[in-house]
Nanobody, 126 residues
């Protein structure tokens, strides 16, 4: 069982930056794949970014060039650096994890992830 806990959500003006963090418990296996998802009000949960344990990353087109996913294995932490935020980025952001035995290209569907955090909210002030 892997436990995940997000933090860092805040209210950010358009054009601003924010870094989300996800602290995770130790994995039982060597291979893992982690991702950030988000759910905006009235919308489906969507994949934002993903990272393999070899460092290979994938991004949704809507955030490519603005968001960066990274990991710090020494501290069991996953990050999402968000720059040039737009009002449509406002959502609850979740980190998710699954154990794998191969590198995965792209962002797999949310249904494939067995482990989830509780979410952290990013809002856009009016």
């Amino acid at each position: 069982q892997v436990q995940l806990q997000e933090s860092g959500g805040d209210s950010v003006q358009a054009g601003g930056s924010l870094t989300l963090s996800c602290k995770y418990s130790q994995y039982n296996y060597n291979g893992y794949y982690m991702a950030w998802f988000r759910r905006a009000p009235g919308k489906e949960k969507e994949g934002v970014a993903a990272i393999n344990d070899d460092g290979a990353t994938s991004y949704a087109d809507s955030v490519k060039g603005r968001f960066t996913i990274s990991q710090d294995n020494a501290n069991n932490s996953l990050y999402l650096q968000m720059n040039n935020l737009k009002p449509e980025d406002a959502a609850v952001y979740y980190c998710a994890a699954k154990e794998v035995c191969t590198v995965i290209a792209g962002i797999v569907p949310s249904a494939d992830f067995p482990y989830w955090g509780q979410g952290t909210q990013v809002t856009s002030p009016h």
